[in-house]
């Protein structure tokens, strides 16, 4: 799990906390200090030339700023990558084309692409870009297809997972055509702390398999399937519409979006046993 923010702090900013720790100025007056300067929320913020990069965001939200790549020029997301490794943050790009994935490679060293999901992530150093296993970890997400044709999405989800350093375990083609399939799943299932589910045609699988798990689904639209379907507006609203209590749906074709929103529960579980064991130990 990334941590909180590797942005080192301004010697301005150090130096007010140093003047309240040593009682030269009292809190009031270093928050009167601080939000009278550039050491508030603007500090995080770096301008390149056509974008504003939030760079306060994993400090803020626990996870730092995704580039969408589509429609962005690669000199562009060159800089925007440039100001993110800059201050530590590892970063992900989604919806980026073999092309310009090519290009930004040959800029910068770690890297790791993935065509299907046509997500691109860079590396700060030499850490490890390698989706992380569920062996020996406590804590991950399991992401779902109904069928091969939704692997695209469901990659990027798993893509997005390994970019917050959530272990996660795909599980393929257990749609309901098949529902052995999905009830031979299901012990596997029930030990993941969130379940992404990515299901085109009539989008059931999500429902089908909530009802065997005490977990949180994400379900994912995809669009993949008949006329009937709809482009993917077909199972968007069947999964809106679903009985089971704890499905909750994002946008058609969105493996980001179901991915993190996984990735976030996984991690504030993992935050929570952390801060159990620390309790314990003390």
């Not at 003047?19 to 508030?40: F, K, P, R």
């Not at 990558?81 to 090519?102: E, K, N, P, S, Y």
């Not at 790791?112 to 390698?130: H, K, M, Q």
């Not at 689904?217 to 993949?224: D, Q, Y």
Request: charged share 15%; aromatic share 4%; with cysteine.
């Amino acid at each position: 799990m990334n941590p909180p923010s590797n942005q080192p702090p301004s010697p301005a900013l150090l130096q007010i906390l140093q003047d309240v720790a040593s009682g030269q100025t009292n809190v009031e007056a270093a928050v009167e200090s601080i939000q009278a300067s550039s050491l508030g929320a603007s500090a995080d913020m770096q301008t390149v030339p056509g974008a504003t990069v939030d760079l306060g965001r994993q400090a803020r939200c626990g996870f730092g700023e995704v580039i969408y790549g589509e429609g962005k020029s690669t000199d562009l997301m060159t800089q925007i990558v440039q100001t993110q490794i800059a201050v530590g943050q590892a970063c992900l790009i989604t919806r980026i084309d073999a092309t310009a994935a090519a290009q930004l490679r040959r800029v910068f060293e770690n890297t790791r692409y993935n065509p299907s999901a046509r997500t691109l992530r860079i590396g700060c150093g030499d850490e490890s870009l390698e989706p992380i296993g569920v062996e020996g970890q406590s804590t991950h997400v399991a992401v779902v297809t109904a069928g091969s044709t939704d692997a695209h999405v469901a990659d990027e989800a798993a893509e997005t997972l390994a970019w917050m350093g959530i272990a996660c375990e795909r599980i393929d083609d257990i749609g309901v055509a098949g529902p052995q399939r999905l009830l031979a799943a299901v012990p596997r299932l029930r030990s993941a702390a969130a379940i992404v589910v990515v299901a085109g045609m009539e989008g059931a699988l999500p429902a089908a398999l909530a009802g065997h798990v005490a977990t949180p689904v994400i379900a994912v639209p995809a669009s993949t399937g008949y006329g009937a379907h709809f482009a993917g507006l077909t199972p968007l609203m069947g999964m809106l519409t679903s009985c089971a209590a704890n499905v909750a749906v994002v946008n058609i074709d969105a493996g980001f979006k179901g991915g993190y929103m996984a990735g976030l529960i996984a991690s504030g579980i993992a935050s929570a046993k952390a801060g159990a064991a620390s309790s314990e130990d003390a």
